[in-house]
């Protein structure tokens, strides 16, 4: 099997899939690109996304930027700091080749038809549609004709929104199947308030789609918890640094951060995926005995006591007779001498 259909078989595989946004953090250094790429590495992501564009086509000149934008850089418009962020067709050739080197899967988000074409052509195995195109229908119309899986973003969206959406792309031949739907909340950084964890729920239910989450909150615990109600993609933004200059480094996760949401999530993954069968698991069999109590005799007895609550005490170990069973042991006949703090066998008693 070659790289490419090893990494479109990703989607079907069951654990969730982890992708770390790395979007426009590198700054339009192609160098701090690489370092984003190895942070994803190291942290065990199954793939490093980026952001497809050509600046002139995704915003006007009159295009204005959003709040968190400008708290980073007011005199510059929107368009003008798309155009310090966009990467070149070559680039994301090299950035591709450098994550099939490190063993690591290669998305970009695209924002335009030309950008979607430019992926298409890399062999990219899957399309992610952001936010902001949930309404765009010729975009849209034009990944689904590429055959590929897409997630789609729905920050800023309605539910009606992601049915438009949905109706879209598979009207225009994508199989429901191939589908992923984020719940998203787009502000950087999101409110704890704002993020309504419920409607990814809701959107698997309504829509009957595969559903995961796109974060922009601070830190990572509503990731995990995500995972933890059954999200099977997770996007998360990170940086190398998050003091650095960009619309999107101070929302994003730095390089321990990320390894440590990683872990965290693998974790979670494992402790929801029991069959949900109420019984000892294997690593707490031997502690049963350590933690239980049996019945055990309170005071030295001799042979043909007629044992009584009085004679007993219920300790540790739990390897005798369990307390559930002393109705069955009161009024039965001692066959031999027990001391104090005698484990209380069935052998000892007649009948």
Not at 10 to 26: F, L, Q, R, Y
Not at 51 to 80: H, N
Not at 120 to 132: A, E, M, R
Not at 188 to 202: C, E, G, I, R, S
Request: proline share 5%.
């Amino acid at each position: 099997m070659d790289w490419q259909s090893r990494q479109k078989n990703e989607m079907m595989k069951e654990s969730v899939i982890i992708i770390a946004e790395a979007g426009v953090n590198h700054n339009g250094d192609i160098n701090k690109a690489f370092k984003l790429i190895d942070v994803a590495v190291n942290a065990g992501v199954d793939y490093v996304k980026f952001q497809t564009f050509k600046a002139e086509k995704l915003a006007s000149d009159k295009a204005p930027k959003a709040r968190y934008q400008l708290e980073q850089d007011e005199d510059v418009g929107q368009l003008k700091m798309l155009r310090r962020l966009e990467l070149e067709s070559a680039a994301h050739i090299e950035l591709q080749s450098y994550c099939r080197d490190k063993k690591i899967g290669f998305l970009s988000s695209a924002f335009d038809e030309e950008s979607v074409d430019l992926l298409d052509q890399l062999g990219v195995p899957i399309f992610k549609v952001p936010s902001g195109e949930i309404t765009n229908k010729p975009y849209l119309q034009h990944i689904a004709g590429k055959g590929k899986p897409v997630i789609i973003s729905t920050g800023m969206a309605f539910m009606s929104e992601i049915k438009d959406a949905l109706k879209v792309l598979t009207e225009s031949g994508l199989e429901k199947e191939a589908i992923t739907v984020l719940h998203c909340n787009t502000e950087y950084p999101t409110p704890m308030k704002d993020v309504n964890l419920k409607a990814m729920l809701a959107i698997k239910d309504e829509l009957g789609v595969s559903v995961g989450y796109s974060d922009h909150t601070l830190g990572i615990e509503i990731p995990i918890a995500a995972v933890a109600l059954g999200a099977k993609v997770i996007e998360k933004h990170f940086t190398t640094d998050r003091g650095l200059p960009g619309p999107d480094h101070k929302a994003s996760l730095e390089p321990e951060e990320l390894k440590a949401m990683v872990n965290a999530i693998r974790n979670v993954e494992l402790a929801i995926a029991g069959d949900g069968i109420k019984e000892p698991s294997p690593s707490e069999i031997n502690n049963i005995n350590v933690a239980r109590k049996s019945i055990h005799i309170r005071q030295e007895l001799t042979a043909g006591t007629v044992i009584k609550p009085r004679h007993l005490i219920m300790k540790r170990p739990g390897n005798g007779i369990s307390p559930m069973d002393i109705d069955r042991v009161v009024g039965k006949t001692l066959l031999v001498d027990l001391g104090i703090d005698s484990l209380l066998l069935w052998e000892h008693l007649k009948g």
